[in-house]
């Protein structure tokens, strides 16, 4: 099979790599790729964001299936033009990925078909926005743009003078763009966080092992929100909260998006608090996370490929997913001054070899003037994997004194919340 992978973060790396091992593929390409995927697959100077131009460069390699990483291309409507061309291709359509492109949508359906979530309201201007302080008036509160702004349309407001300037800053001055005409306010809910992936054939649904992000910047998530700076999997839960998040969220979320006449094929990614009264649905995304894909896909065990064409075809139940007993820990590497303000172009260098059993994703790097330089906020990603999660974590923090290039950051923390659920397991 010749296979197209569209975008180019670690999320597309990690794709790539785990795709590169089924037996059925003969040739990948990435558009646009980066420098670590141009060393198993072949990168086209297309952008993600580029369907006219996708769509005619897969018909001219006639490529036999698609995948795309991530959520613009999805939001834009490129599984449709690729099915109307009659082209396979994995994730949902541009009506079923407003799930994850119109958050007040989202919103919306958890409410009427009962799917556990915090509650909220919907604001299209600042004046409307303002009743909330008169109203309501409940602090600290969560405030999200409506739209897709990469990962840092979600603020926190813990008074209403802090409320007041992000919905100046949204509403008035636009900050955020066309992402921020709308705004959803949620109440602000405490427990831990994790991220709970399906296959889903807008039928059938198939678990892939579940991780916990950490979007803070800073150690014992402090700081502001990031795209992800690191990841662990699996989340560790029991049996009750297992059966909850199964019974309660995904499959009546599935059946409903059908009721609901959202054709939905591909992966469903649920953003989950687990709250003293039980798990509530932060978010819903259309794609693979990142940087989750990154620990997800080491512990698929087989044949990737095989059950994101099953979901294509709607013969997802034929394809079980059996995940490896092991830990997978992911560190992201950042530019200094991420996620606003940060240099790009900073020389990468390598003191020593890396481990063999470490996996190393590129998530923004170029290559200048035959150099390996910065080309982002978020760099590199740092995998490793083993039996025991304190070894993976020792592992990942041990190689990264390998990896130099000038305002390196990264956080210190990430595994130790798994590692202290584990602890208290063991003690019960």
Known sequence: MR??????GGREHALTWKLSKAKRVRKIYAAPGNPGIAQIA???????????????FAEEKKIDFTIIGPELPLAMGIVDEFENAGLKVFGPNKNASRIEADKSFAREFMGKFGIPAPKFQIYETASEALKYTKTVNKYPVIVKASGLAGGKGVFAAHSRREYEKIIDEILVQHKLGEAGNRIVVEEFLTGQEASVFVLTDGLSITYLPSSQDHKKLYDRNRGPNTGGMGAYAPYPVNKRISNIIENVIIQPTVLSMRDHGLDYKGVLYAGLILT??????????????????????????GDL??????????KLSDEPIKAKNQWSLCVVLASAGYPTDYRIGEEISFKEKLDSRTLLFHAGTKIDDSKLVTGSGRVLNVVTIHENLKIAKQRAYEEIKKIHFKGMFYRKDIGNTGMKKMKRKRRK
């Open 305 to 314: 490929l095989s059950s994101l064409v099953a979901v294509s075809e709607r």
């Open 42 to 56: 072949t990168c086209v100077d297309i952008l993600a964001s580029d369907i006219p131009g996708l769509l005619r």
């Open 276 to 301: 003293s009264t039980g798990p509530k649905v932060l978010e819903f995304n259309c794609r693979f996370g990142d940087p989750e894909t990154q620990v997800i896909l080491p512990l698929v065990d």
């Open 3 to 8: 296979i197209l992978i569209v975008g180019s």
